[in-house]
């Protein structure tokens, strides 16, 4: 018992939708659970058919989508979970928000980084056709803005490599970093 409970802490992925995120999220959770953590993926998608299924997609709502998943993060990661927030999260006010919450020594900002140009061409949900279609008016990337992170703690560029991959830089990042 003299250990202790291992440390939670917050991956905050932010992208642009089809930039890799809840990919990453399923590899990593892999990984974690293979070592014996406690995981929790807070999937901006899944959250939207429950906690947040009163919210649109305006910039009002995005934030305070942002602001629900950050206070679900904040109680995982105090109770020694590790929280792999995946969320577009596309405002920089709504980043520094979760950061300020959850308390900067159990949060990483990953930017999980693709060119918009590689995101349409995978396009793995049909929204971006959808959008150049104009049968979505609110697609991140296409009609709404994507705050690029300045400063984030770790950047993954999912143009260069694989998942497996990249779930292998951002692990060693965060081992770097000291929060694994
Ligand atoms: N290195 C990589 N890391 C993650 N995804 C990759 C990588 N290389 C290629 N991909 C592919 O990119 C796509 C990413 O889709 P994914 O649904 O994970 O995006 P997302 O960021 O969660 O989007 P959204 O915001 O719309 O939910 C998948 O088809 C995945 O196979
Ligand atoms: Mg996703």
Redesign the pocket.
Same mark, same amino acid.
């Given at each position: 018992m003299s250990e202790g409970k291992p440390k939670g802490f917050t991956i905050w992925m932010t #992208?642009l939708?089809?930039?890799? !995120?809840? &990919?990453?999220a399923g590899v990593l959770r892999k990984r974690f659970e293979d070592s014996g953590r406690f995981v929790e993926i807070l999937d #901006?998608?899944e959250i939207r058919k429950g906690l947040s299924r009163d919210l649109g997609l305006s910039k009002e709502d995005r934030e305070e989508h942002a602001r629900r998943v950050s206070y679900l993060a904040k109680v995982l990661s105090r109770n020694g979970v590790i929280s792999i927030v995946?969320l577009?999260s596309p405002y920089k006010t709504s980043r520094d928000g979760a950061r300020e919450l959850i308390g900067k020594d159990k949060f990483a900002e990953v930017y999980?980084k693709a060119s918009l140009l590689t995101c349409e061409k995978?396009d793995? !949900?049909g929204?971006y056709a959808k959008a150049r279609r104009g049968e979505i008016t609110n697609m991140t990337g296409i009609q709404d803005p994507y705050e690029i992170p300045a400063a984030p703690d770790v950047t993954i560029d &999912?143009e260069k490599? &694989?998942?497996e991959?990249?779930a292998d830089l951002l692990i060693d990042e965060l081992e770097t970093l000291g929060f694994l």
């Open positions: #992208g939708p089809g930039s890799g !995120k809840s &990919t990453l #901006g998608d995946a577009i999980v995978r793995p !949900k929204l &999912t490599g &694989t998942p991959e990249s």
